[in-house]
């Protein structure tokens, strides 16, 4: 839950974050969501890939964000938010 707070935190501090569509495979039990916000001026794009057990419950979470400059711009506001709440960097 500290990850996806902090992913929270980075993503929607400027208030324009918003899922723009949504694709969903019932069969194979994955989601697809396309994101849109903007950080220090930098607009960012990103897929959340969510894949479900038998039971509906999430079993993974995949991030993609796109240009790489907003990737870098993304991670660096992460390492700072894991550190704030006290979380390790992912080695």
């Not at 902090?6 to 994101?35: C, N, T």
């Not at 894949?51 to 999430?58: A, K, M, P, Q, R």
Request: proline share 2%; charged share 25%; no cysteine.
């Amino acid at each position: 839950m500290k990850v996806l707070r902090a992913a929270d935190q980075v993503l929607a501090s400027s208030g324009s974050f918003r899922y723009v569509l949504q694709l969903e495979d019932a069969d194979d039990r994955v989601a697809i969501l396309e994101f849109s916000t903007e950080i220090d001026g930098k607009q960012i794009e990103g897929i959340d890939k969510l894949t479900f057990d038998e039971d509906g419950l999430i079993t993974e979470l995949k991030v993609m964000i796109r240009p790489a400059s907003a990737l870098q711009l993304v991670g660096a506001r992460m390492a700072q938010e894991f550190s704030r709440v006290g979380l390790a960097l992912p080695s």
